[in-house]
């Protein structure tokens, strides 16, 4: 059963907490494109919380409203209306703590998405596009584009990871527990902090979204692809196999009947 929130007042104590510290990036989004759709005050309240958590090595602050009422400026109402504004958008999740216990509320801090993540989302891009029109959508989706370089002419002479660092092709493979178990509570984590590939596919050209294109027009389950992104990235590191070859291999090991490649799945 949903538990009935009690009236927000100023004295009502909240503990804010955050799992890790806004990065560069996160708050050039968080200024880019959050800013317009969630307004003055829900984007005041937003930075005001963040700063107050990093005051704190643990990313922890306890306090009462009427403290955010005075760094706001601003009345109860128009501070709940910004809080809610902030859990629409994935900002902030809102907890209510047992009766009789202090803080009354927790606010924890959710770290925006990435850029290519907010503009894959039809809600919050198209919520933006009709904020700000489409001229301006347009200078915001160039501003986070990466910037397309002409390569022509260009010889790639740079060293793949393996031809640089040994590792044991067997643990390649099959990598070690503690590996496997730290990749497994990544994935737990909350999507927007689960984006950074890892050091092996960093260091490819691989075109990723090439091979899945491809794919798409043979029997294969797209969502095993996903799953086995990095797999596929370690294959073609290790044996330097391209979009069009890796294709075909995946294809040519996909089992008709049920569609999971023998080589992934």
Do not use: C
């Not at 050039?28 to 930075?47: E, F, N, R």
């Not at 933006?128 to 959508?137: I, S």
């Amino acid at each position: 059963m949903t538990a009935t929130p009690q009236p927000l007042q100023p004295k009502t104590t909240v503990t804010v907490v955050a799992t890790r510290p806004l990065t560069d990036a996160q708050r050039d989004v968080l200024d880019q494109l959050y800013q317009p759709i969630l307004g003055v005050a829900a984007y005041t309240l937003a930075v005001v919380l963040w700063r107050q958590v990093s005051l704190t090595p643990e990313l922890q602050v306890s306090l009462n409203h009427s403290e955010l009422l005075t760094l706001l400026n601003i009345g109860m109402n128009p501070l709940q209306e910004a809080r809610y504004r902030l859990e629409a958008t994935g900002l902030l999740q809102s907890y209510q703590n047992q009766p009789d216990r202090l803080p009354e509320l927790i606010y924890e801090l959710k770290s925006p998405v990435t850029s290519e993540m907010f503009f894959n989302d039809d809600l919050l891009s198209l919520l933006l596009l009709e904020t700000v029109g489409e001229r301006q959508f347009k200078r915001l989706k160039t501003h986070f584009l990466a910037r397309p370089l002409n390569r022509s002419g260009w010889q790639n002479i740079s060293r793949q990871f393996l031809d640089v660092f040994q590792l044991d092709g067997r643990l390649i493979a099959e990598p070690p527990k503690v590996i496997q178990t730290t990749k497994q509570e990544l994935a737990e984590q909350e999507p927007a902090a689960n984006t950074l590939p890892n050091a092996i596919t960093t260091s490819t050209d691989f075109d990723f979204s090439l091979l899945v294109d491809i794919l798409k027009r043979a029997y294969v389950d797209l969502d095993d692809i996903q799953k086995y992104r990095n797999v596929i990235l370690n294959e073609h590191v290790l044996y330097d196999i391209d979009e069009t070859e890796m294709a075909s291999l995946i294809g040519e090991a996909t089992d008709l009947v049920t569609n999971n490649s023998i080589l992934i799945g």
